[in-house]
């Protein structure tokens, strides 16, 4: 309900039917956690619409992927797109998916999947953006077979938390500072 709610504010039709049902006991609001689920699906599907139509618009992308254990200990691969559109360039959240794989052609399998699936071609990747992780490399190798023209850049976020993590290591107020923290 906090998450209608946080919706409802940047939606009035939303906001006007909550505080309509609001203090009413036995009448149907259709805010139930089904309900609420359905509605953040079709927003989700309506954002990722719009994100496709922008990128199929200008025709050229570049991709930028990363995996992470979720609470649950469930590896998850985020998968994030970058295009200019109109004068502007967005770098944009396409989807997060299970993997069960970290090997460079699971995660290529995984990610052309989820291009096709979005109906956009390999072929117009301009750019891949990773982590420095072996795994990352060989999913860098086998795009690049795919398509030559899909530059490689290292993440910066990435490169910039090594470098701060062997820097760290170095000054001794630093690692007592971490250690505390």
Do not use: W
């Not at 990363?66 to 970058?82: E, Y």
Request: proline residues 2%.
């Amino acid at each position: 309900m906090g998450c209608l709610e946080l919706i409802a504010e940047f939606d009035p039709f939303l906001k006007e039917h909550i505080q309509k049902c609001s203090g009413k006991k036995h009448s149907v609001s259709y805010l139930t956690k089904t309900v609420y689920e359905e509605i953040i699906t079709l927003m989700a599907k309506k954002v990722t619409k719009t994100i496709i139509e922008e990128v199929n618009s200008t025709k050229y992308y570049s991709i930028d992927v990363d995996s992470t254990p979720d609470v649950a200990h469930v590896d998850q691969l985020a998968i994030i797109l970058r295009y200019c559109y109109q004068v502007d360039v967005f770098e944009r959240f396409l989807t997060i998916t299970p993997i069960t794989s970290h090997t460079g052609k699971s995660l290529l399998n995984v990610v052309k999947t989820i291009l096709d699936s979005n109906n956009l071609s390999i072929k117009n990747c301009r750019g891949q953006s990773y982590d420095n992780a072996a795994n990352m490399s060989g999913l860098r190798a086998l795009l690049q077979r795919k398509n030559q023209l899909a530059v490689y850049t290292p993440c910066a976020a990435h490169s910039l938390n090594l470098i701060g993590i062997e820097a760290a290591k170095v000054v001794h107020e630093v690692v007592i500072f971490f250690g505390t923290i």
